[in-house]
């Protein structure tokens, strides 16, 4: 048995692909797996958990079912960090603080989402302080659920033109400092996070501490990856 990891599968009904990718993973991990974390981005976006349509109604479902039988923990991400208290109780899902810190046998592995660490990109950490205080997602869930979608698909549009001017630029990725201010504040475990889009596996190291930091692979052209932890490490594996 191991405990598998995804991140940034950014389901939407856009990308059927990726649904049913998804979904048929569930299906075959639920009752085999120790336990399910998604560190943050399994939606597109998230604008409620009174956003009651027929795609969010099937995701849902479908974590439900699988959480009957695996427990299923979820992290916020930078897209889906309005999944609230009702998300949870629909799908069965415990919801994670970032960063978390899990424990393994011996092995100790921090979990982030990893948008926290991209800290060279000012404007978005303006943003992400912004979008975590529980006044403005207040305000924010207030608001009509049509304006809700017509907020988060201009949000969606400016992300896309600025990856197709942009790729990945440099301040999308994590700096080094932050990631070593998180090891030190955490006594160095193994650092998980997805966000970037740049799966690998880095070492980290001072002149007397080692570790690594895994990139969880993102999911796309209906194909995807996850991290599996178990009694030999921890590896990556492919999906699709």
């Given at each position: 048995?191991?405990?598998?990891?995804?991140?940034?599968?950014?389901?939407?009904?856009?990308t059927p692909?990726?649904?049913?990718?998804?979904?048929?993973?569930?299906?075959?991990?639920?009752?085999?797996?120790?336990?399910?974390?998604?560190?943050g981005?399994l939606?597109?976006y998230?604008?409620?958990?009174?956003?009651?349509t027929?795609?969010?109604?099937?995701?849902?479902?479908?974590?439900?079912?699988?959480?009957?039988?695996?427990?299923l923990?979820?992290?916020?991400?930078?897209?889906d960090?309005?999944?609230?208290?009702?998300?949870?109780?629909?799908?069965?899902?415990t919801?994670?603080?970032?960063?978390?810190?899990?424990?393994?046998?011996h092995?100790?592995?921090?979990l982030?989402?990893?948008?926290?660490?991209?800290?060279?990109?000012?404007a978005?950490?303006?943003f992400?302080?912004?979008?975590?205080n529980?006044?403005?997602?207040?305000?924010?869930?207030?608001?009509?659920?049509?304006?809700?979608?017509?907020?988060?698909?201009?949000?969606r549009?400016?992300?896309?033109?600025a990856?197709?001017?942009?790729?990945l630029?440099?301040?999308?990725?994590?700096t080094?400092?932050?990631?070593r201010?998180?090891?030190?504040?955490h006594?160095?475990?193994?650092?998980?996070?997805g966000h970037?889009?740049r799966?690998?596996c880095?070492?980290v190291?001072?002149?007397?501490?080692?570790?690594?930091?895994?990139?969880?692979a993102?999911w796309?052209?209906?194909k995807?990856?996850?991290?599996?932890?178990?009694?030999?490490?921890?590896?990556?594996?492919?999906?699709g």
């Amino acid at each position: 048995m191991a405990i598998h990891l995804i991140s940034d599968l950014h389901l939407s009904e856009d990308t059927p692909d990726l649904e049913q990718l998804f979904t048929a993973t569930l299906i075959d991990w639920a009752g085999r797996i120790d336990a399910l974390y998604i560190l943050g981005d399994l939606f597109e976006y998230w604008v409620g958990d009174d956003d009651d349509t027929p795609f969010n109604r099937r995701m849902v479902e479908a974590l439900h079912a699988f959480s009957t039988r695996t427990p299923l923990f979820v992290m916020h991400g930078n897209r889906d960090f309005l999944l609230g208290a009702g998300f949870a109780a629909a799908s069965g899902a415990t919801m994670l603080d970032d960063p978390y810190l899990l424990q393994q046998g011996h092995a100790r592995y921090l979990l982030s989402h990893g948008d926290a660490l991209c800290t060279a990109d000012s404007a978005y950490q303006q943003f992400r302080a912004q979008s975590r205080n529980p006044a403005w997602q207040q305000a924010m869930l207030a608001r009509p659920l049509a304006e809700r979608h017509a907020i988060a698909q201009q949000a969606r549009q400016q992300s896309e033109m600025a990856k197709r001017a942009n790729g990945l630029s440099e301040i999308s990725d994590v700096t080094d400092s932050a990631v070593r201010a998180l090891l030190d504040e955490h006594g160095w475990p193994m650092l998980v996070h997805g966000h970037t889009h740049r799966p690998a596996c880095h070492v980290v190291e001072d002149a007397t501490r080692q570790t690594q930091r895994w990139v969880i692979a993102d999911w796309h052209d209906g194909k995807g990856g996850y991290l599996a932890i178990d009694n030999h490490g921890i590896g990556a594996h492919a999906l699709g």
